[in-house]
């Protein structure tokens, strides 16, 4: 039982007014956890040589190259959206993939079914990102577009795939597809023309807020301008990327791995170019455009999570047979196959650490002593109300929060699914009922901001005495 004793320091006067009988003194039990458990557990890599591995497997040293290729110096956004762009760019080539399978045995409807939701996911969050740039006064018009309109609708030789249209009253159109992209390609095959065709007309549904579009082959009705796709995301040399040291394999599973992860990881550098943002954004006291960020973030997590469930689609009896090709092996430690990627490690890490821009947020100082100095202007904030934006931002922390733990939960539950209990742990961790591997660590650990907890704690009892005692007061009456 915690004695928060501040009424009368912040909210004395509305007490007094709205609810005499309550007294001044509100006992609120807020649970504090004990031990060892109250200390947020650290996230480490796996040793060097399996997080090694997992880059080479991956071919991640290549695709970062791609990804911090710095083509447009003046277009801010770059580092944000391009790897967003070039994980939907390898989902079109994943469905390709799936499409391809000869196996009778694959469940290639529920694979359509996903891979359309990815991509249209991720064009959700590319449509942010794209919004979000055109608000930001210093960023807008910085993006590297294509002008479709032309007085005589001429086509250049390079650009044989456009189309030439026009609305009355206004200037010839030209809308191009990009030459390089697999999705039009993707919209010419009979397999895939089908979701290939919605997939273009989520681009075309996402992007309408946006100033310009992709150029992939979306009708774009407005007019739009479209993206320099093509020198943005690079396709060609992406999907040269295609193949790895292991393709002798044969499993056809080794390339659903292989691309999933390759979609996973493009999201874990966007989430790290947020996550630099967002932190900048906040110590500038830009308050709005950083909760901005930190819901990106949050959907981010969640896309990872989407992604990692695409593993439940494996056959299971391939995948194992290809785990052991690829000698992947199980640690007897506490770890866990994620932790192998040092990119989602640090996004982990750097998630958690946000908890402490908090007192800048509210514009106090830690108290050395351990008294509620914080609690008491988070609460404080949440009553009055004048600085909403500042709310807006803690939420989101919050939301970020409950993202990564999620994230986590999920992971645990797909290894099990996906490798078994018992295999899925070193032989011993899952299938015990024991806590104490890295995974359940995370997402059972206490809150990252136990001050905005314990206002919101306070807050909640507050109006529980406010309400009964207006209730008392009714039934006098």
């Given at each position: 039982?915690?004695?928060?004793?501040?009424?009368?320091?912040?909210?004395?006067?509305?007490?007094s007014?709205?609810?005499?009988?309550?007294s001044?003194?509100?006992?609120?039990?807020?649970p504090?956890?004990?031990?060892?458990s109250?200390?947020l557990?650290?996230?480490?890599?796996?040793s060097?040589?399996?997080?090694s591995?997992y880059?080479?497997?991956?071919?991640?040293?290549?695709?970062r190259?791609?990804w911090?290729?710095?083509?447009f110096?003046?277009?801010?956004?770059?580092?944000?959206?391009?790897p967003?762009l070039?994980?939907?760019?390898?989902?079109?080539?994943?469905l390709?993939?799936?499409l391809?399978?000869?196996?009778p045995?694959?469940?290639?409807?529920?694979?359509?079914?996903?891979?359309e939701?990815l991509?249209?996911?991720q064009m959700?969050?590319?449509?942010m990102?794209?919004?979000d740039?055109?608000e930001?006064?210093?960023?807008?018009g910085?993006?590297?577009?294509?002008?479709?309109?032309?007085s005589?609708g001429?086509?250049?030789?390079?650009?044989?795939?456009?189309?030439?249209?026009?609305?009355?009253?206004?200037?010839?159109v030209?809308?191009?597809?990009?030459?390089?992209?697999?999705?039009?390609?993707?919209?010419?095959?009979?397999k895939?023309?089908?979701?290939?065709?919605?997939?273009?007309?989520?681009?075309?549904?996402?992007?309408?807020?946006?100033?310009?579009?992709?150029?992939?082959?979306?009708?774009?009705?407005?007019?739009?301008?479209?993206?320099?796709?093509?020198?943005v995301?690079?396709?060609n040399?992406?999907?040269?990327l295609?193949?790895?040291a292991?393709d002798h394999?044969?499993?056809?599973?080794?390339?659903?791995?292989y691309?999933?992860?390759?979609?996973?990881?493009?999201?874990?550098?966007?989430?790290?170019?947020?996550?630099k943002?967002?932190?900048?954004?906040?110590e500038?006291?830009?308050f709005?455009?950083?909760?901005?960020d930190?819901?990106l973030?949050?959907?981010i997590?969640?896309?990872?999570?989407?992604?990692?469930?695409l593993?439940?689609l494996?056959?299971?009896?391939?995948?194992?047979?290809?785990?052991?090709q690829?000698?992947?092996k199980?640690?007897?430690?506490?770890?866990?196959?994620?932790?192998?990627?040092?990119?989602?490690?640090e996004i982990?890490?750097?998630?958690k650490?946000?908890?402490h821009k908090?007192?800048?947020?509210l514009?106090?100082?830690v108290?050395?002593?351990?008294g509620?100095?914080i609690?008491d202007a988070a609460?404080r904030?949440?009553?009055e109300?004048?600085?909403?934006?500042?709310?807006?931002?803690?939420?989101?922390?919050?939301?970020?929060?409950?993202?990564?733990?999620?994230f986590?939960?999920?992971y645990?539950?797909?290894?099990?699914?996906?490798?078994?209990?018992?295999?899925?742990?070193?032989?011993?961790?899952?299938?015990?009922?024991?806590?104490?591997?890295s995974?359940?660590?995370?997402?059972?650990?206490?809150t990252y901001?136990?001050?905005?907890?314990a206002?919101?704690?306070?807050l909640?009892?507050?109006?529980?005495?406010?309400?009964g005692?207006?209730?008392?007061?009714?039934?006098?009456?």
């Amino acid at each position: 039982m915690v004695d928060l004793d501040w009424e009368a320091k912040m909210v004395a006067s509305e007490i007094s007014n709205k609810s005499p009988s309550v007294s001044n003194k509100l006992n609120v039990a807020i649970p504090t956890p004990l031990g060892p458990s109250n200390i947020l557990s650290p996230v480490v890599t796996s040793s060097a040589s399996a997080c090694s591995a997992y880059e080479h497997y991956f071919r991640l040293p290549e695709l970062r190259k791609l990804w911090r290729s710095r083509d447009f110096p003046d277009w801010r956004n770059e580092p944000v959206l391009k790897p967003g762009l070039q994980a939907l760019e390898i989902t079109f080539r994943f469905l390709s993939i799936v499409l391809s399978d000869p196996r009778p045995y694959a469940n290639t409807r529920e694979w359509k079914r996903r891979l359309e939701s990815l991509a249209t996911s991720q064009m959700e969050l590319i449509a942010m990102l794209c919004e979000d740039e055109h608000e930001d006064g210093e960023a807008r018009g910085t993006a590297p577009i294509v002008d479709l309109r032309s007085s005589s609708g001429v086509l250049a030789r390079a650009d044989s795939s456009a189309e030439v249209w026009s609305v009355p009253g206004e200037a010839t159109v030209v809308n191009r597809a990009s030459e390089a992209s697999l999705l039009p390609r993707l919209a010419a095959w009979h397999k895939s023309e089908e979701v290939a065709q919605k997939i273009l007309y989520s681009i075309e549904c996402e992007m309408r807020s946006c100033p310009y579009s992709l150029g992939l082959g979306e009708p774009n009705l407005a007019g739009k301008p479209n993206l320099d796709y093509d020198a943005v995301c690079k396709p060609n040399e992406l999907h040269a990327l295609k193949r790895t040291a292991y393709d002798h394999i044969e499993n056809h599973e080794n390339q659903t791995l292989y691309t999933s992860h390759q979609i996973l990881e493009s999201w874990i550098q966007t989430a790290q170019e947020l996550l630099k943002r967002i932190v900048e954004r906040t110590e500038g006291k830009d308050f709005r455009k950083a909760s901005s960020d930190c819901y990106l973030l949050e959907r981010i997590w969640k896309l990872l999570a989407e992604i990692e469930d695409l593993h439940l689609l494996m056959d299971p009896d391939d995948f194992l047979h290809l785990k052991s090709q690829l000698q992947i092996k199980s640690v007897p430690e506490t770890e866990a196959f994620c932790f192998r990627s040092t990119g989602l490690v640090e996004i982990t890490k750097l998630s958690k650490e946000l908890k402490h821009k908090v007192p800048l947020i509210l514009g106090v100082e830690v108290d050395p002593k351990g008294g509620p100095r914080i609690q008491d202007a988070a609460m404080r904030l949440y009553m009055e109300k004048r600085e909403f934006e500042k709310i807006h931002l803690l939420q989101a922390l919050q939301a970020i929060e409950a993202a990564v733990k999620s994230f986590f939960f999920a992971y645990k539950q797909v290894l099990v699914v996906v490798m078994g209990s018992l295999e899925a742990k070193g032989n011993r961790m899952v299938a015990s009922s024991d806590s104490s591997d890295s995974l359940s660590q995370i997402f059972l650990e206490p809150t990252y901001y136990p001050s905005l907890d314990a206002a919101k704690t306070f807050l909640g009892e507050f109006w529980s005495h406010e309400r009964g005692a207006s209730g008392m007061s009714w039934r006098r009456k």
